[in-house]
């Protein structure tokens, strides 16, 4: 994530009158990497891991990919 411009209100409806398929679909994962040089992105993105039950979210900067990479698939496992 590089920037982030909030969403309109419609926008976000849409979102939210999409939230049991998405939720479906999070269920199909165990973990999820965020990319960002910008702390409160980094935070947000793991306090939804919290939030979403079964779903572990681990922030990275940006130029730490092969880490977050290694950290999915279970060889960086200190979460």
Do not use: C
């Not at 939230?19 to 939804?48: C, G, H, Q, Y």
């Not at 880490?67 to 496992?77: C, K, Y």
């Amino acid at each position: 994530i590089v920037e982030y411009h909030l969403p309109s209100l419609g926008a976000m409806g849409v979102e939210l009158s999409r939230l049991p398929s998405m939720m479906r679909f999070i269920r199909k994962f165990d973990r999820a990497a965020v990319l960002s040089d910008t702390n409160w992105v980094k935070k947000v993105s793991e306090a939804e891991g919290f939030l979403i039950p079964g779903l572990d979210i681990k922030s990275f900067n940006r130029d730490q990919r092969d880490q977050a990479e290694a950290w999915l698939e279970g060889f960086g496992t200190d979460s």
